[in-house]
C-alpha cells in the first residue's frame, strides 16, 4: 500500500519510522511519503493560511497549496492491482467527520493507495473538499469526539490502524482476531506469568489446559466487559 501525507508538520511523522509500521516499511509493505505543504505554497512566505472570509476567529488553510500538492500526488499514483480501487482514496481527518471504526480500518486496508490531507489552524478551505470531492473520493474522517489542534495525531492513528491489518505487517495474523471491536466486542482480560503477583493469582481456568473451557471462559469475559464499559456496542 502506498500512503502518501501532506501536513505543514512533517516531524510528526516520524513516529511512523518505528517499531512494526517501521518494519513494515523497510519490507516494502507499505510505501510512505510524506510532503511538507509548506513546499507547495509559491509566495516568498510560503503561506499556507488566510483570514476566514465572513469573520471569525482563527485562520483558515488557503486552496492553492492544497491543490498543487494534491494534483502532484495524483498525478503520481499508479494503476492498483487487480481487485483494489483504482482512484487513490483521500483522507481529510476532522471533527466534523465520519467516526473512525475498527470496520472503516479494514475496509480501507484493502485500498492501494491513501491520501491523508493534514490541516491545521481552524481546517481547510471547503473548497478543497468540494473539488476533489467532484474529481475522485473523498471522504472527512473523524477519531473522535473531542478536538485535536490539526490532523496529523489522528493520521498517524489511522495510519497505524490500517497498516496493521496488512498481509504480513504483524507477525502472527491470529492477534489481529481476538482484539477490541474485532468481533464487535472488547477483548478479554489477558495474563501472563507469573502465576501469582502481589498475592493474585492468574485464573484457575487459565492454567487448567481446557481449552473448550478457556474459549469459553474469554468470551464470557468479553461480554460482561462490553456490558460494563460499552453496552452501546451490544445495540442491534
Ligand atoms: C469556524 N469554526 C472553525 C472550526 N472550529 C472547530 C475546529 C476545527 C479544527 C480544529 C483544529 N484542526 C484543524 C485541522 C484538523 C483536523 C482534525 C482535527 C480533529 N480534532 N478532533 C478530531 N477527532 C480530529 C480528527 N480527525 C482537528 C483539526 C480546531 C477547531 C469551530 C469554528
Redesign the pocket.
Known sequence: MRIDVVTIFPGYFDALELSLMGKARDRGLIDLRVHDLRESANDKHRTVDDT?TGG?A?MVMKPEPWAQALDGILADSVGAEPGESDEPLIIF???A?EVFTQAMARELASEAHLVFG??????IDQRVFDEYGERGRVRL????D??????EV?SIAMIEAIGRLLPGVVGNPDSLVEESHEDGLLEYPSYTKPAEWRGRRVPDVLLSGNHAAINAWRHEQSLERTRRVRPDLLDD
Request: proline residues 12%; hydrophobic residues 20%; aromatic residues 8%.
Open positions: 476566514p471569525g482563527g481527518p476532522s471533527p467527520g493534514c490541516g491545521r489552524y481552524e481546517g474522517v473523524s477519531i473522535g473531542y478536538v485535536l489542534n490539526g490532523g489522528a
